[in-house]
């Protein structure tokens, strides 16, 4: 990643290379929004951090909210003050904001409002595949989508321009592969954020009890008209035209975009394309006219099959006789793909695929099947593998263990095997409830000290309130480790890179009623396994937290300071009986060429929990040089 700072050059068509992320936090400097929020979420997580980064001397506020709605609320509330505002989240962060965003959408906002989310077609890092475009359906909001990152950054302000004009927050929707896309971006002029606001009382428009909510649906409906309007003329819809008006036409959104063009290309077919940036609401008279041009019309779009579905409709008014092939051709779920794009188009048109695919899938697997497998798990040193040996060691296959979202949940990997079901932030706690309350059996719920704060507070209020005998194991390595390291109200540190006074986890519990909360180290075995005995004892809720720094920090810190990471090593004690391997599965402990064990002391930070496994005191920390 560059200097973040480089984007406060007020420098307008400076040429820089962008992650698709960076370049929304470009937009965001160059749209004078005031108040960014967010919850880190992969993949939209660079958008906060980056503005993070230079929001003090950007004179932007930037906060990582506790989940999503906060976010929206708190970026809706300066939006009705007349503050530009922004909120970035990842798809499944929507579903949190969902409630928050469908009233927004009546109320209306008197300053820009953009919403950010980013989906992840193929679940490079999320548990679902959404489709984010239906929100705007839902919400009746207006929706853009870039397809690269210059757009990414030009939508932002264009978003903003909407969102004005309409009085109506704007869902910008990006994909993994624009998000995480770097390409050449073309400077604007910065614009100076405004940070004061003015609140007007307005009752009936800001108050949604029934009676105010009713006529302000209606309001609603009339600005999508209005909307629509500017839909049929926005420079975000474009025709490409390749060839004369004709047989074949194309239509198609997003990274998707990208493919279909390529994959064009390499038929060799000169085929009108229809690009769509504003997807909501569709522009209807620029796609009936298109389909009145071509007897024949191919939809390519990621997921669901959101245009394919419009464009019919409009069909049926437009251009009856036009056919349109869309979902039978592409696949409906994961990520497109050229190769994807192209065998579709091909089966369509009746042409042989110029490029043997099926040859190049063999020789990858041939090259692939030489590179050892390297599935995602916890890392050297991670605090986390101490607390789920702790917790294998004491309940073993006894108990049921709910997961949550995070790093933790890579402790499902051999051989730790912790964690038996994971649904959404903070669903850990919820589903052991019922788990506990109608198998009788132990059940143990892990989550994470940020996913606590995010969602995980309001399950555990109804796990006291209804005397539910579940014990909550809070692993809290003093970060939001998986999305970069952003902090949360536990930290003492806030979005705007100042000091705060840090919210314990334990201080929570004790406030919502726990009875047995206890603080532990997971690294001292012996203490945290005789603490999780006394809490799997305990006949009502108890709550127990891991607190251990996450690895990558402390080891940062230690280089920072210049101080010495002393690894461990095997010593001649070592029988080779394979506990270590066997129990904990850390990266750093290896198996040499003679099958004998070994650690790696490049990867080793030290931590010592491999010391307290081995049955035979094999294990000793190396001497400093």
Not at 217 to 237: C, F, G, T, V, W
């Amino acid at each position: 990643m560059p200097d973040p700072h480089i984007l406060l050059k007020d420098e307008p068509e400076k040429r820089i290379l962008l992650l698709g992320n960076e370049a929304i936090a470009r937009g965001i400097l160059e749209s004078g929004i005031g108040v960014v929020t967010t919850y880190p979420g992969t993949p939209a997580s660079e958008i906060g951090d980056t503005v993070s980064a230079i929001a003090q001397e950007a004179g932007v506020y930037m906060e990582y909210s506790v989940n999503e709605i906060v976010a929206v609320e708190v970026a809706g509330g300066a939006a009705n003050c007349g503050v530009r505002a922004l909120a970035a989240m990842k798809h499944v962060g929507l579903n949190v904001a969902a409630d928050a965003l469908m009233t927004l959408a009546y109320t209306g906002v008197r300053g820009g409002l953009v919403i950010v989310t980013a989906d992840d077609p193929e679940c490079y890092s999320s548990q679902n595949e959404q489709d984010s475009r239906l929100y705007a359906l839902l919400s009746n909001l207006p929706c853009l989508e870039p397809s690269n990152p210059q757009e990414a950054k030009d939508m932002i302000a264009y978003a903003v321009e909407i969102s004005e004009k309409l009085e109506l927050p704007v869902i910008m929707r990006t994909t993994t592969r624009v998000s995480h896309t770097r390409a050449p971006v073309i400077f604007g002029k910065l614009s100076k954020p405004n940070l004061k606001g003015d609140f007007i009382r307005d009752v009936k428009r800001l108050v949604m009890v029934p009676a105010n909510a009713r006529p302000r649906h209606d309001i609603l409906l009339q600005r999508m008209e209005k909307a629509k309007e500017i839909a049929e003329a926005s420079p975000y819809n474009i025709i490409n035209t390749r060839g004369k008006s004709g047989e074949y036409g194309l239509i198609s959104s997003s990274s998707a975009y990208n493919y279909a063009v390529e994959a064009a290309g390499l038929l060799g077919l000169n085929i009108d394309i229809l690009k769509l940036g504003m997807t909501h609401p569709l522009p209807e008279k620029m796609i009936g006219k298109f389909l009145r041009e071509h007897s024949k019309v191919i939809i390519v779009e990621e997921l669901e099959p959101y245009l394919e579905l419009h464009v019919k409709a409009i069909a049926k008014d437009y251009a009856p006789s036009t056919e349109v092939f869309g979902k039978q051709y592409f696949p409906r779920s994961g990520e497109l793909s050229t190769s994807l794009v192209l065998k579709g188009l091909a089966a369509i048109i009746g042409r042989k695929i110029p490029i043997d695919f099926e040859g190049l899938n063999r020789r990858y697997s041939e090259i692939s099947g030489e590179i050892p497998p390297r599935p995602p798990i916890l890392c050297a040193g991670c605090p986390h593998r101490a607390s789920f040996y702790v917790m294998k060691k004491v309940a073993g296959e006894e108990a049921i263990y709910p997961t949550d979202i995070g790093c933790y949940a890579l402790g499902i990997a051999p051989p730790l095997k912790v964690g038996d079901v994971l649904v959404c932030m903070g669903a850990g706690i919820g589903t052991a409830q019922g788990i506990s309350k109608t198998t009788g059996m132990k059940t143990i719920a892990v989550i994470g000290d940020s996913t606590f704060f995010h969602a995980g507070i309001p399950r555990l209020l109804n796990a006291v309130y209804n005397k539910h005998k579940v014990v909550v194991a809070v692993l809290d390595n003093l970060t939001t480790a998986m999305t970069g390291h952003q902090p949360h109200p536990g930290t003492g540190k806030t979005g705007m890179q100042a000091p705060t006074e840090p919210i314990a986890i334990e201080k929570v519990a004790e406030g919502c009623g726990v009875k047995f909360v206890k603080v532990i180290d997971p690294f001292n075995v012996g203490e945290a396994s005789k603490v999780l005995r006394e809490a799997l004892r305990f006949p009502e809720t108890s709550l127990i937290v891991f607190r251990s720094p996450c690895a990558l920090l402390l080891v940062r810190e230690k280089r920072l300071k210049g101080l010495e990471i002393v690894p461990f090593r095997i010593n001649e004690k070592c029988t080779n009986c394979m506990a270590c391997v066997k129990l904990l599965g850390c990266p750093a402990i290896i198996l040499k060429e003679d099958k004998a064990v070994a650690i790696n002391e490049t990867l080793c930070v030290g931590c010592g929990l491999c010391a307290q496994v081995c049955p035979y005191k094999a294990i000793e920390p190396a001497k400093q040089t």
